[in-house]
């Protein structure tokens, strides 16, 4: 099959990028390269073994040039990264990621339709379960509240989709909600490559490894959990990625619509990653504890069974895996892309 990847320069699209090209798919890439670096296409294309990868920098929000592309190329699917997805920045810019999220995805699916394709994977998220009535959380768990603008537009395009779906039964659409993506392709070539100070556990855990960080801040250790820190359900991004080839057959069998957790059912709390991450990479991660982070809930991970069921999909990566393929990337690349 052709897809198109909106987003595909960054973490996620160009981890999935390389399992297209590896299951014998071909995909172009649309980015505005505003959280992403062209680098990591050129690398994607060594790891692949093509010259380059079809892609055009533009933003999705731009019409005409999304008409461009659909006009010049034939796509079966849309893989939809594109997004901001920083949670903080998202409190403190609401306007700009509601603009940027819904307003994305409005023209891209407008466009996608107008040129008769109308098979869509969306990037959703756990994010959208809010403080989970479940554990572990399965598909038909209600979706709860979420505490941040971002989180709201996952859980307001996946209605949007879920109503388009009913609305034009053509439509296949198929929701993945990513539990939490680290680790790196294990050729240490592409991996995570945060702006400023990250967000998220591995890589400010990673960044404090190479000595750009001097020490990490464990948010609360009076959770509800078995030592007290948060507990999450880490994936492996190149797992993530191959969970995209596999949905590709729910298109394929015209299941309408889909919704699947992708993790790996297991949780672990920060304390575990951490002390993995010294273990298996032989470092140390000096750490202090912190007060709890706002927004953040003690336990989240899935039941991902019914991917298992349905696509034949299972994460084949444990933690010492991602914790060695994370540390793996960021010392062969200690500034990034940049390096
Ligand atoms: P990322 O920032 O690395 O990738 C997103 C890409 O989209 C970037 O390359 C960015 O430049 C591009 N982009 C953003 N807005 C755009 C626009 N208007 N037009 C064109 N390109 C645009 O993030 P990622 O971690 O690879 O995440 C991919 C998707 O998965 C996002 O939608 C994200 O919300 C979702 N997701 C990520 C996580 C996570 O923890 N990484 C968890 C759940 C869901
Ligand atoms: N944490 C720390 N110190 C840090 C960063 C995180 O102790 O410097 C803790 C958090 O408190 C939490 C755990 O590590 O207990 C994981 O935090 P992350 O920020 O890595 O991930 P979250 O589960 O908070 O959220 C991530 C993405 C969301 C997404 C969600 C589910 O940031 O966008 O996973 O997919 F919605």
Redesign the pocket.
């Known amino acids: 099959m052709n897809i198109l990847l909106?987003?595909?320069?960054?973490?996620?699209?160009?981890h999935t990028l390389i399992e297209l090209y590896k299951a014998g798919h071909t995909a172009f890439v649309?980015?505005?390269?505003?959280?992403?670096d062209r680098e990591?296409l050129r690398r994607a294309a060594q790891i692949i073994g093509i010259d380059e990868v079809p892609f055009m920098k533009?933003?999705?929000?731009?019409r005409k040039a999304l008409n461009e592309v659909f006009d010049h190329h034939h796509f079966d699917a849309c893989i939809?990264?594109?997004?901001?997805?920083a949670v903080g920045e998202s409190v403190a810019k609401p306007l700009e990621y509601y603009e940027?999220?819904m307003n994305?995805t409005f023209v891209l699916l407008d466009v996608m339709r107008k040129h008769g394709c109308k098979n869509i994977i969306f990037?959703?998220?756990?994010?959208v379960y809010g403080d989970p009535a479940v554990i572990p959380i399965t598909e038909d768990c209600p979706k709860g509240h979420c505490t941040n603008p971002?989180g709201q537009t996952?859980s307001m395009l996946e209605q949007v989709m879920i109503d388009l779906q009913k609305a034009d039964g053509e439509w296949n659409v198929v929701l993945l909600?990513?539990?939490?993506?680290i680790g790196a392709h294990p050729s240490g070539r592409i991996g995570?490559?945060p702006n400023g100070i990250p967000n998220?556990l591995m890589p400010y855990i990673t960044q404090v490894a190479i000595g750009r960080r001097e020490r990490l801040n464990v948010f609360g250790n009076d959770y509800p959990t078995p030592d007290g820190t948060g507990v999450r359900d880490y994936i492996h991004v190149v797992d993530l990625a191959t969970a995209h080839v596999a949905a590709l057959q729910a298109i394929i069998r015209h299941q309408g619509l889909a919704i699947y957790n992708i993790g790996t059912g297991h949780g672990y709390s920060v304390l575990d990653v951490v002390n993995t991450f010294m273990r298996v990479n032989k470092v140390d991660i000096p750490y202090v504890i912190m007060p709890r982070r706002a927004g953040d809930i003690a336990t989240c991970y899935c039941d991902p069974q019914k991917a298992a069921r349905e696509l034949g999909w299972t994460a084949q990566y444990g933690l010492e895996e991602m914790c060695r393929d994370s540390w793996n990337w960021q010392r062969q690349n200690p500034n990034g892309y940049q390096s």
Request: charged content about 15%; glycine content about 14%; aromatic content about 14%.
């Open positions: 909106t987003g595909g320069a960054g973490f996620i699209g160009s649309i980015d505005n390269l505003y959280n992403s990591a533009a933003d999705i929000r731009d939809h990264f594109a997004g901001l997805k940027n999220n994305g990037s959703s998220s756990a994010t971002y996952k909600r990513y539990f939490n993506p995570e490559n998220n």
